[in-house]
């Protein structure tokens, strides 16, 4: 649209149209083309709630300062953010940063479709969120990090905090923001004023497509420490297959290569990989990203995580007949040969590991 064109790339675009949040939920759903959005992991606001001595304290969003002057926006233009609750006594010099997942968007169309969702713009994000599991702050509940200063960074670009587009892409709405590895700068550089800067240990994590970004940044996250700072990393079923699904497609593959062209995640993908001639969407799979992993690093993953079957061996684009819609919907309506299917690709990410 020529009037945004004239706009300041920074400023952010107009208002999204009013969309009832299960019709925007429905559009994500239908143009993302991933199915659910993964949900089913990770100690986040979006987990069940789980019994506690005490009420949890809700953590408020706080908008990062310097995002219009750094260029780290959200899908729509508008400032991304996070939530912090301050750590106190022994853990008052340990930092947990969780990165947030949901997904990934490929296309300028699936990316349009996060502009009226908390995925794709701070407008839509809830303002105070409970923190659950490994952020909880009870210790009977999270005996490990409950005094730790606790992270939970929104997740708003669509590309596993990683794209850095100069141009953006124009939709109906205006333009498109591909800013995530600038997000990631920006709100590492917020933390580390905030006391980041001054930690002794410090754990970088986050859920499924932040799992991924948790891999992605590991060493640039300990490149921001001194050695003497004890700091590792855990994704959590952030470990994507890259396989065929069951009609021979490499369907998971596809999405991938259209999110790394889309956002331009080149700068962050591992070097070796590339300088081995691969293709920067193999570059993008865990199964390339730990080959250069130098930092501690733990990861967690279920073999039969329901999102991959769901998504990556049983996709709808792979056409799945009744019998394996039952058997993703639940693994215990699988026939032995749905099984040996699923047992090869565990064994696929076992073999990587
Ligand atoms: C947070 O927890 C409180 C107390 O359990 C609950 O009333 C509230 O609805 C929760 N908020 C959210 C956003 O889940
Ligand atoms: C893609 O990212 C690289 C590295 O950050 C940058 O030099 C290049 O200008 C970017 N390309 C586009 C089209 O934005
Ligand atoms: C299991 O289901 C698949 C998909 O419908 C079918 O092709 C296969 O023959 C079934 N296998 C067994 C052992 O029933």
Known sequence: MATDELRSPLLPPRRPRRVSSAAATL?????AGLGPLPSACCGTSRS??????SPPDPVELTLLAAAHDKGAVCLDGSPPGYHLQTGSGAGSRSWLIHLEGGGWCNTVRSCSGRRTTDLGSSKFMQTRINFTGTLSNDPAL?????SW?????RYCDGASFAGDSQHGDQDGNGKL???GRRIWEAVLDELMQKGLAHSEQALLTGCSAGGLATLLHCDDFRARFSSEVLVKCLPDAGFFLNVEDISGQRSMRSVYSGVVHLQNVTEVLPKDCLLANKDPTECFFPAEIIKSVRTPTFIMNSAYDSWQVQNVVA??????????RRCRADIRSCNSSQIQV??????WMASRL
């Open 149 to 153: 200063n606790r992270v939970f960074v």
């Open 315 to 324: 996709p709808d684009s792979s056409s799945p007949d009744e019998s394996w």
């Open 48 to 53: 069940r709630h789980s019994p506690r001595s």
């Open 142 to 146: 999270n005996p490990d990090f409950y």
């Open 27 to 31: 559009a994500l759903l239908l143009v």
């Open 177 to 179: 923001f591909f800013r």
């Open 342 to 347: 699923l047992n090869g690709r565990r064994w």
